[in-house]
């Protein structure tokens, strides 16, 4: 598998990697991981990440673990996990035997918890949550030491050992560090290490009813798995030295250095998982592999390619600074990779019936179409044609202004890879008006060629004859939200309500039929869909649209975003 696609770029942590191998710094070992928590499935921010840690070991030698740090078991689940997993595979990455749990370190945490209340350096606290927050003091003011911080090692190490045995409550007792209540730096005043928790562990069930908390069991992990390099984003920097502390405490000598970058933040979508989870949970999309979800599944679902994904995280780079990525430049790494590899096909979403009046009543012609004009090497497909067609509705206007190059009265246009046909006339409905079919004539002598009286025929549709039409269903999916940033209070109200429409009765040209899930094509003058790989049934595809063949949000949004 793929461990990363640019292995020449170049960024400021790749630039602090390689002072390091240059001094011999960590013996020129350069170990990473990407550390998710299993409680929820990824997205494209982590996918940036994916591609950091991932490309930095390949770009230098080195290792990339995966750990689920999964210290929480509130919410964390198998179906998480293993989602993950095939994610990042997905992606093209792997970590061969390196798959580790955080859930695997919770006797060795909870050694080292007893460690430091035996040294002095923890004690068990009785103060509720609210009164601990209380006499935590703010950025301006120091905070109150805890009554119950002087306790001896001996009472706190037997207090701790009950909790471990579940003679408490939920809350009665946490387990704290002792630093300093005065420190500048509010995460190291007295940070919680444990806490009482009945919440049964995927992994673990109900062997523990404490559980560590994240700061206490991310940066021993990390030290305990060897690692040089903890990358993360910004919101992690005021944590780096309570980090340090804790491995200074308890494991001596080399110990990981964390770096942090900018988070990655997209328009027109949320980021936060606490926001994925509220538009799962309310209902407000189908999944978490819903196409217009920004997870990996989703995206995967509605016909990303992994390709794609990685050369957007090179695109956009590493930074230190917090930026707005605009959707479009997904988008366009998007189309930039499907225009190389998808197979050209036709497909009429709202069709309009057409009758060819001097063309055989029974014949049914074999055309050949390339399947990539631009790549000879993908070969050719069979495309029939017959008297009657499908055109698109809107490739027909009974009144077309001057610059319209499609059918009309008086109007012919060519079909992509067939004929030029004339328009002759039109059948309504006499109730609505609606016009429910048009007939026309052909010139056969236009199949291979332009009209041989040298007539100019400026416009070219798609169609789809109508005897061997695959009947199927089309997902035309658009952003999430209708504006740029979502509001942080009610994001849904930013919702976009045209993010799906869905349209019954499309027609798709016969080769398409028993096209197998996740197959990705480029509909001609209509965009790139792929087959969903849920909803699909043989001879009855479900199709996704992935992009427009064009930014269409650029004409309302100035620069496409």
Known sequence: MSQGTNPAASDFIRDIIEDDLRTGKNDGVVAVRFPPEPNGYIHIGHAKAVCLNFGIAAQYGGTCNLRMDDTDPAGESLEFVQSIIDDIHWLGFDWQDRLYYASDYFERLYQFAVELIEAGKAYVDSMSADEIRECRGSFTEPGRESPYRNRTAAENKDLFARMRAGEFADGEHVLRAKIDMAAPNVVMRDPIMYRIKREPHYRTGVDWVIYPMYDFAHCLSDALEGITYSICTLEFENNRPLYDWFVAQLIPGRRPRQIEFARL???????????????????????????????????????????????????????????????????????????????????????????????????????????????????????????????????????????????????????????????????????????????????????????????????????????????????????????????????????????????????????????????????????????????????????????PLRDSWAKIAGSGG
């Open 265 to 547: 933040n997209v328009s027109y979508t949320v980021l936060s998982k606490r926001r994925l989870i509220e538009l799962v949970e309310k209902g407000c999309v189908s999944g978490w592999d819903d196409p217009r979800m920004p997870t990996v599944a989703g995206m995967r679902r509605r016909g990303y390619t992994p390709e794609a994904i990685r050369n957007f995280a090179a695109a956009i780079g590493v930074a230190k600074n917090e930026n707005l990525v605009d959707m479009a430049l997904l988008e366009h790494c998007v189309r930039d990779d499907l225009n190389e590899r998808a197979p050209r096909a036709m497909a009429v979403l709202r069709p309009l019936r057409v009758v060819i009046d001097n063309y055989p009543d029974d014949k049914v012609e074999e055309l050949t179409a390339p399947n990539h004009p631009q790549k000879p090497e993908l070969g050719t497909r069979i495309v029939p044609f017959a008297k009657t067609l499908y055109i698109e509705a809107d490739d027909f206007m009974e009144d077309p202004p001057k610059k319209y190059h499609r059918l009309g009265p008086g109007r012919e246009v060519r079909l992509r890879n067939a004929y030029v046909i004339r328009f002759e006339r039109m059948v309504k409905n006499e109730r609505t008006g609606a016009i429910e079919e048009i007939h026309c004539t052909y010139d056969p002598a236009t199949r291979s060629g332009p009209p041989t009286d040298g007539r100019k025929v400026p416009g070219v549709i798609h169609w789809v004859a109508a005897a061997r039409a695959v009947p199927a269903e089309a997902r035309l999916y658009d952003r999430l939200f209708r504006v740029p940033e979502p509001r942080d209070d009610d994001f849904t109200r930013d919702l976009n309500p045209d993010s799906l429409v869905t349209l019954t009765g499309c027609q798709l040209e016969a080769g398409l039929r028993d096209a197998a899930p996740g197959t990705r094509y480029q509909f001609e003058r209509l965009g790139y869909f792929c087959v969903d790989a849920r909803d699909s049934q043989p001879g009855k595809p479900v199709l996704n649209r992935i992009v």
